[in-house]
């Protein structure tokens, strides 16, 4: 491990001169070191001041300086005090989290800024967030960067697995939801044998819920470069009537590979589901996936899944579950992205009935607005089943649309949490009466990482 560790610094020193090759000051030009003889400082006496309480060790003085000129109305000077302050907190006090909230508040205000874009990319990697590493990689490359630095770039990129050897990230959220049941809003259902009152509790339901995301993994080298990643992921949504709460609880460990530019992971594992505070499904399966850069600002990744599925209240349903999904993931600038993803599955069940096929296909876009980003998608679903249950008229058949909206206000972050607002629409249309719904739902609550 000791070994492994100081291999990825000299890669981080390596970088750190290269981006230096970019801009040096970064965005100001430099400040004359003058004494700070007058009880009201000058800037370029108050960085003066400020830089040489960092380079005698008197970080806490340097901070409080830095942070006074990153107050400044000068857009050139905040930018330059928070970049130096972001510099010393991760190179001289190991603050990694709080040099890349630093280094974030200088991209809201200036997002073509590619050194700092890239010290951003770094601060990531080294806490572990591979995928925000690697966004901001391609966002970086995508704004266009000396061919020296790119090439180290991309050498550093493909060192992004060995990464800290554990993390945790949660998500809390208030849910007001139209439809939590996903349930149809009809009186009535149509059968072979005549129509029937539909009970309350299997109608659409609206109400407000608490829902909870969460997810820690470890992991631990291998020999040949290679790592063993455990995690554990569980989610909960929680109601007033407890005969509609959620809960899920998976384990996946496998081993993690890094063959060229690529990066393989396998792993295996079992998963629980908990509906209405009952057992539902108990499912043990494994996955594999495949990441793949294809030129600078593009990123390809492809996975598949299978896993058995036992039902605990409807043996019927007990079967295999197939997955494949792919998805493409492309930096247009600095500030804009946006990616397509598609998928199909396969469900076997003992009753053809319950035994399904399916497909579904998303695009998304996010882009950078000041302090925001903001995530908007689109989707569609299309489902059959292998035959026609005995109750229903029809074979059931599903085409679903979704839309969704998604930001998170870095302007009001706290530490590692930051406020998160979300709402999608869902509307299903579906042969069999009782699948046909509608839904609205919204989520407004904090996510952080650790």
């Known amino acids: 491990m000791g070994r492994r560790f100081a291999y990825i610094s000299r890669l981080l020193l390596a970088l750190g001169a290269g981006l230096a090759a970019l801009s040096a000051p970064v965005l100001a030009q430099d400040v004359p070191a003058e004494s700070p003889a007058e009880v ?18 008197d970080y806490r003085s340097a901070e409080q300086a830095y942070r006074a000129l990153s107050s400044n109305p000068d857009v050139e000077l905040r930018t330059e005090a928070r970049f130096r302050l972001g510099m010393m907190l991760a190179e001289r006090m190991g603050r990694l989290r709080d040099a890349a909230v630093e280094f974030r508040a200088i991209l809201d205000e200036k997002p073509k800024a590619a050194r700092v874009r890239l010290e951003l990319a770094r601060m990531q990697a080294m806490m572990g967030n591979l995928g925000s590493a690697e966004r901001e990689f391609r966002a970086a490359q995508a704004g266009g960067l000396p061919p020296e630095v790119e090439r180290m770039v991309r050498f550093y990129a493909n060192a992004l697995s060995a990464a800290k050897p554990y993390g945790v990230s949660i998500e809390v959220v208030l849910a007001p939801d139209t439809n939590i049941n996903r349930a149809t809003r009809s009186d009535m259902l149509g059968t072979v044998i005549g129509d029937f009152t539909l009970d ?13 995301r969460g997810q820690a993994y470890l992991r631990r080298p291998l020999p040949g470069g290679a790592a063993l990643v455990a995690r554990l992921s569980g989610s909960a949504d929680l109601y007033r009537q407890s005969q509609f709460d959620d809960f899920t609880i998976g384990l996946q460990v496998g081993p993690e590979y890094r063959s060229g530019i690529d990066r393989i992971a396998l792993s295996i594992g079992p998963a629980w589901r908990w509906y209405g505070t009952d057992p539902y499904t108990v499912s043990l399966g494994g996955n594999a996936s495949w990441q793949h850069p294809l030129g600078k600002r593009t990123q390809m990744r492809a996975e598949g899944g299978i896993a058995h599925v036992t039902n605990r209240r409807n043996a019927a349903q007990t079967g295999d579950l197939f997955s494949l999904s792919g998805s493409l993931d492309h930096a247009f600038s600095e500030k804009v992205g946006g990616g397509l993803q598609l998928s199909a599955s396969r469900q076997t069940a003992a009753d053809p009935g319950y035994a399904l096929a399916s497909g579904n296909a998303s695009i998304y876009a996010w882009r950078e607005m000041g302090a925001m980003t903001v995530v908007a998608n689109l989707g569609f679903g299309h489902l059959e089943a292998d035959e026609r249950l005995f109750l229903y008229p029809q074979r059931r058949i599903d085409n679903r649309f979704s839309a969704g909206l998604s930001t998170t206000f870095r302007q009001l972050r706290v530490g590692p949490f930051a406020p998160i607002a979300r709402i999608r629409w869902e509307r299903n249309f579906s042969t069999v009466e009782i699948y046909d719904y509608k839904r609205l739902s919204g989520e407004v609550g904090i996510t952080a990482a650790f």
């Open 200 to 212: 309350q509790d299997a109608k659409a339901k609206s109400g407000l819920g608490l829902a909870l």
């Open 40 to 57: 009201q400082l000058t800037p370029a006496q108050l960085f003066a001041f400020a830089d040489k309480a960092r380079d005698t060790g």
